[in-house]
T-cell receptor, first 115, second 117 residues
Framework: ETGVTQSPTHLIKTRGQQVTLRCSSQ?????VSWYQQALGQGPQFIFQ???????GRGNFPPRFSGLQFPNYSSELNVNALELDDSALYLC??????????????FGSGTQLSVL | AQKITQTQPGMFVQEKEAVTLDCTYD???????LFWYKQPSSGEMIFLIY??????QNATEGRYSLNFQKARKSANLVISASQLGDSAMYFC??????????????FGQGTTLQVKP
């Protein structure tokens, strides 16, 4: 059973550019969520995809967008990068949209630096 | 407003000793779940333990136990017999029933634990 994998592991971009981060969910999982973790902070929920549809979103602007593919892998796209977007981006997968006891399985993240 | 508070930015513990990491939460929902995750320097968040709001018994998973005090809205993690590999960042998190199908997990600020040999 393969776990959650994310690519790339590190990325450096310039302010104003666009970036795409990728995530492969754990085998058997149909739900993917994305989190932003600034340095020294806890992760913040960006959004969740269930069966290729966004079904939940945190307090992030529309320039943060995503996709989920039929094989349940996912992309996070960020347009018009700002310096504050520098963070660790974590992808998590689960077997369902989320009952209160639904456990998330996380990848190791993509460290994005915006200069 | 829903919130998780971890008041200990950093903790030290001697190897083989027990340590308690504090977590308090705020929610108006009657049904919720509480989680603890470990984040080593590699970045991956590793699930440790879960406690449901209606669970009458405190959760235990190997060396991890959760001291759940519902009236005080606290869910402290107890690690027994600390090992050097326990050195990491620890996060308390909550999912409320009202938003559970959106996948939203609310995290605290985290506590850095260092185990001394």
């Amino acid at each position: 059973e393969t776990g959650v994998t994310q690519s790339p592991t590190h990325l450096i971009k310039t302010r104003g550019q666009q970036v795409t981060l990728r995530c492969s969910s754990q085998s058997g999982h149909n739900t993917v969520s994305w989190y932003q973790q600034a340095l020294g902070q806890g992760p913040q929920f960006i959004f969740q995809y269930y069966r290729e549809e966004e079904n939940g979103r945190g307090n992030f602007p529309p320039r943060f967008s995503g996709l989920q593919f039929p094989n349940y892998s996912s992309e996070l796209n960020v347009n018009a990068l700002e310096l504050d977007d520098s963070a660790l981006y974590l992808c998590a997968s689960s077997t369902d949209r989320g009952s209160t006891n639904e456990k998330l399985f996380f990848g190791s993240g993509t460290q994005l630096s915006v200069l | 407003a829903q919130k998780i508070t971890q008041t200990q930015p950093g903790m030290f513990v001697q190897e083989k000793e027990a340590v308690t990491l504090d977590c308090t939460y705020d929610t108006s929902d009657q049904s919720y779940g509480l989680f603890w995750y470990k984040q080593p320097s590699s970045g991956e968040m590793i699930f440790l333990i879960y406690q449901g709001s209606y669970d009458e018994q405190n959760a235990t998973e190997g060396r991890y136990s959760l001291n759940f005090q519902k009236a005080r809205k606290s869910a402290n993690l107890v690690i027994s017999a600390s090992q050097l590999g326990d050195s990491a960042m620890y996060f308390c998190a909550m999912r409320e029933a009202a938003t559970s199908n959106t996948g939203k997990l609310i995290f605290g600020q985290g506590t850095t634990l260092q185990v001394k040999p």
